[in-house]
C-alpha cells in the first residue's frame, strides 16, 4: 500500500503553491527591530533598498537608544544573522563600535532534514514569526500614535502600520494551514 507524501516546495514553486504563497507580500515591506529579555527595543522601518551603509545607519541610530531604553549597561551583546556576504564595511564598522557580538556559525546546515522534520519546522517557524510580526505591527502602531498630526509622516507610518497587520494576518493564515499539512502528512 502506497503512501501519498506531500512535499513541501522548494525554489520558486513557493510562489504557487498553499499556504506558502502568503509570505509574498513580506516582500512588500521590511522592518528592522531588535530586543532583549528586559523589553523590546526599537522598530525601524526601512524605507529604501538596505545596502551596508543603510544597515549601519540603522544600526548606528537605534542599538545604543534601545541599550539606554532597556537600561542594559554594559552588559549586552549583538546578535545577527551572521551572513557570509557581509560586507567588509559593515565587518569594519562593527569592529570600530567595539560591541560584543555572538559569535556563532552562519547558515549552519542541519544535517538530517527529512520530510516530517521539514514540516514541523515549517510550523514551528511560521508560529514563532507571527508572535514576532504581531509584536512589530503592535510595536509600529503605537510609535504611529505618537506621530498623530505630523501629516504626511503620519500617513506614511500609517500605510506601513496597515501593511505590517496584513502580513501578520497572512503569516497568521499561513501558520495554520502549514499545521494542517504537517498534521495530514
Request: hydrophobic fraction near 45%.
Amino acid at each position: 500500500m502506497a503512501s501519498s507524501v506531500s512535499v513541501m516546495p522548494s525554489g520558486t514553486k513557493i510562489f504557487t503553491t498553499m499556504p506558502d504563497i502568503l509570505f509574498i507580500p513580506e516582500f512588500i515591506m521590511m522592518l528592522w527591530g531588535c530586543f532583549a529579555s528586559s523589553g523590546t527595543g526599537n522598530l525601524q522601518h526601512v524605507e529604501s533598498k538596505m545596502d551596508s551603509l543603510k544597515f549601519q545607519e540603522i544600526l548606528g541610530e537605534n542599538v545604543m537608544l534601545t541599550v539606554r531604553k532597556l537600561k542594559l549597561g554594559c552588559h549586552w551583546t549583538i546578535q545577527q544573522d551572521n551572513d557570509p556576504n557581509t560586507s567588509n564595511s559593515t565587518k569594519a564598522w562593527l569592529q570600530k563600535e567595539s560591541w560584543k557580538i555572538l559569535q556563532w556559525p552562519s547558515q549552519s546546515p542541519v544535517t538530517t532534514v527529512t520530510e516530517p522534520n521539514r514540516k514541523s519546522l515549517d510550523v514551528g517557524y511560521h508560529g514563532i514569526s507571527v508572535f514576532f510580526y504581531l509584536s512589530a505591527a503592535v510595536l509600529l502602531a503605537n510609535v504611529t500614535i505618537s506621530k498623530l498630526g505630523q501629516g504626511k509622516v503620519y500617513q506614511l507610518d500609517i500605510a506601513a502600520v496597515v501593511k505590517a497587520f496584513i502580513v501578520t494576518l497572512l503569516y497568521w493564515i499561513h501558520a495554520i494551514l502549514s499545521a494542517l499539512r504537517w498534521k495530514s502528512s
